[in-house]
Nanobody, 121 residues
Framework: QVHVQESGGGLVEAGGSLRLSCVAS????????MGWYRQGPGQRRELVAS???????NYSDSVKGRFIISREYGRNTANLQMNNLGPDDTDVYYCKVKAVPNGAVQQREYWGQGTQVTVSS
């Protein structure tokens, strides 16, 4: 069983910064990729940023130059540093982990419960 836990959300004024953390725990053979997604009410979940185990990163156009995703490999952790936040960044942020669990031969996807980010104007 793999568990994904997000932390670091909260309320911030426009122009401010927040740092989100995602920790994967449990019976994990290896993590392939970790990513952050966000979803607003009535909207589909969209990719914010992802990082492959080899270090390759991918960002949505709306956050390029403002957000930075990084990995702490020994701790199965992915962090998302969010700078220059604006009201449009207000959403629930979810972490997705692609990992091979113990006893499996194929990767599976695991989601956290989400953390709320609210940016006031």
């Amino acid at each position: 069983q793999v568990h994904v836990q997000e932390s670091g959300g909260g309320l911030v004024e426009a122009g401010g910064s927040l740092r989100l953390s995602c920790v994967a725990s449990g019976s994990i053979v290896g993590i392939i990729e970790m990513g952050w997604y966000r979803q607003g009410p009535g909207q589909r979940r969209e990719l914010v940023a992802s990082i492959h185990t080899v270090g390759t990163t991918n960002y949505s156009d709306s956050v390029k130059g403002r957000f930075i995703i990084s990995r702490e490999y020994g701790r199965n952790t992915a962090n998302l540093q969010m700078n220059n936040l604006g009201p449009d960044d207000t959403d629930v942020y979810y972490c997705k982990v692609k990992a091979v669990p113990n006893g499996a031969v194929q990767q599976r996807e695991y989601w956290g419960q989400g953390t709320q980010v609210t940016v006031s104007s």
